[in-house]
């Protein structure tokens, strides 16, 4: 990150260093989901997380899905730490152009993944192609651990991040005539809308 980029975000949470980035921008959740609400023809959020992880962990209605990494195996091969040996992860050549399909350089884009690591570093490769107003979801979708041995959450992905700000999120699902699915943006086909979280006050939003 630049010395000059900034690492909080505008309501003052001080933003995790792995997901901080060179453009220093960064909403929290709640941040995130009421500038989206205010104008959804433009501001634009974007899902960096893997298919399966879009399809079947669930995901933000309005999102499209461009994953920035793919996962690998190869038991000879580098491990990613927190992960079984042999598991790491290969940057979709593919993510770059695919993301100029649908936005501009100055079109203002919400990014998120799972913990806000691979936003961060999916935002940092749209600042070097010239992009110059994609913003960092912090925490992402799980949010952060708990660390607190006290807690039965512990360890847990129970802290900040969308799912424990009491924000809408879901699963299309859809029946074996939904045969057109499109990675980018929603399923073909016969399908329904589920709504698995939200509407609660939730675990805090970081602020």
């Known amino acids: 990150m630049s010395s000059e980029a900034k690492s909080a975000t505008p309501t003052g949470f001080e933003v995790p260093e792995s997901n901080q980035t060179a453009l220093g921008l960064y909403v929290m959740p709640k941040e995130a989901y009421a500038m989206w609400k205010a104008d959804p023809e433009g501001v634009h959020i974007l899902d960096v997380r893997t ?12 999102a499209k899905n461009v994953p920035f990494v793919f996962p690998k195996y190869d038991p000879d091969g580098p491990s990613l730490p927190g992960r079984p040996p042999g598991c790491y992860g290969e940057i979709n050549p593919d993510f770059l152009p695919s993301v100029k399909e649908f936005f501009t350089p100055t079109d203002t884009i919400l990014i998120y993944c799972a913990t806000g690591g691979r ?36 360890g847990k992905h129970m802290r900040n991040g969308w799912k424990n700000s009491g ?38 939003g970081g602020g």
């Open 51 to 62: 298919f399966e992880e879009y399809t079947f962990v669930g995901h933000l209605e309005m």
């Open 167 to 204: 924000l809408p999120w879901g699963c299309l699902l859809y029946t074996s005539d939904a045969a057109d699915e499109s990675s980018r943006g929603g399923w073909g086909g016969v399908g329904g809308w589920v709504v698995w979280g939200g509407g609660g006050g939730g675990g805090g």
């Open 119 to 154: 936003g961060a570093m999916a935002v940092n490769v749209l600042a070097q192609a010239g992009f110059t107003n994609v913003h960092n979801i912090v925490s992402g979708l799980e949010g952060d651990r708990v660390d607190d041995p006290g807690s039965v959450y512990h």
